[in-house]
């Protein structure tokens, strides 16, 4: 709808919980329900213009009468976002995913943190990691918490949902590296092949012990001690080594 | 109060509120009662030993009925606490500041979120930035999120409040540098001096006007796109390159 289109017909501001297109962006408050339609919202109006300048915006929202959003009733969208922070504008948005991988991957071995998993999408864009295969037991990326610290970067990656154990075997092509304090080779001394793939693990148990017997070589990042990184710290140097 | 004391005068498990020692362990909930008192609570068993080895711990609390731990009841660990996990173990610990500064330095202007802040002192433990300077607007770095991301980093640096437009200007044998996409020399032809500053700055707003004043060289980070890092990834790797 236009402005000129409101002019004529009225403000059709949306201001009722029982309207099916807020029960649809309430539905997807739920990681089962963002998968099964292949639909997220993202928050804040700079990654509502983001999603529509890449084409993958559906419906924008917003709780003010400007053009090219639908405007909804500040209770409305109080209850969609469900966040303490006042939220203006919102986007319902499509995935996208393509089998294609890109030259550098980064392989997730069941990250859970939002913020690590928005940390490293960010850094992934930076550094040319252009495909991220999540592993079972990540976070769900369409996670809110996961976008906002993403920082639109979700726009910009290819994501695939793979079982690693299956996975790992068919980019033979692709030097894959784990990471590893012990038995590794110094990032220092990695060479920045045309394919590589970077295995990261989770916070507390690191990379599981079935996908480790898939890796032939580990990485790590010389330490003045034993102190141990965040892992999306970890995961950003070595992509900031290995980048292109 | 050893075991054997335990035997002899009964069991002494704290299940008030109005005991004089949870008392205080709940006022240190306060940033300016921690201030005020220089100490401050850790949690879980691991931190409480960390402390205990390096001779910053006061007292220790658990739920269970362990040697060198005070116990207290659930309820009582709740009320202190204020998590939705359940925690077992606290430690009361005493804060250490020395004005001697280290020759890797990282200076903060207004790092406002926790996990940044915890992220960071890990980053700066392992790469030898073993003074951490904090500028007005930091987060206060016994606020118990950011000792949880500090993975028990906090007790391994040595940390400075200052106003840093009075701080700078004091060092003068240490090469400052901060941080600027587009105003900067690339990490990678950055020399290591032997006395560096690294200056990071807000998360949303960059380094202060003022402060950027102050500083006459920058580093960017060659990224293959205009994507921007998370600030504690961007100054991990700024570490990274130039630690020792």
């Known amino acids: 709808m236009t402005h000129y289109d409101k002019i004529l017909f009225g403000d059709k501001m949306i ?13 997807l408050s739920q990681a089962k329900n963002r998968k099964k339609e292949a639909r997220f919202v993202v928050e804040g109006k700079h990654l509502v213009e983001e999603a529509r300048k890449l084409d993958l915006l559906i419906e924008a929202y917003s709780i003010d009468d400007i053009p090219n959003y639908t405007q909804i009733s500040k209770a409305v969208m109080e209850k969609i976002c469900n966040t303490d922070t006042v939220i203006s504008e919102i986007g319902l948005c499509k995935m996208l995913s393509d089998d294609k991988i890109s030259n550098k991957v980064l392989i997730l071995d069941a990250i859970q943190d939002p913020g690590n998993m928005g940390t490293l999408m960010r850094s992934a864009v930076a550094f040319g990691f252009n495909t991220i295969v999540l592993g079972e037991g990540c976070v769900d990326i369409y996670n809110p918490k996961v ?4 920082q639109g970067a979700i726009f910009k990656l290819n994501f695939l949902n793979k079982n690693l154990l299956e996975f790992l075997p068919t980019i033979s092509k692709y030097k894959i590296y784990g990471t590893d304090v012990v038995n590794g080779v110094e990032l220092d001394n990695i060479i920045a092949y045309k394919n590589i793939a970077i295995v990261l693990g989770n916070e507390g148990n690191g ?12 990485i790590y990042i010389p330490m003045l001690n034993t102190e141990s990184l965040n ?14």
């Open 15 to 27: 201001t009722s919980l029982d309207n099916p297109k807020i029960k649809y962006l309430q539905k």
């Open 147 to 150: 976008i906002r610290s993403s």
């Open 207 to 218: 990379i599981s012990k079935e996908v480790k017997n898939l890796i032939k070589e580990n």
């Open 231 to 244: 892992v999306s710290v970890a995961g950003s140097i070595i992509m900031y080594k290995l980048r292109g």
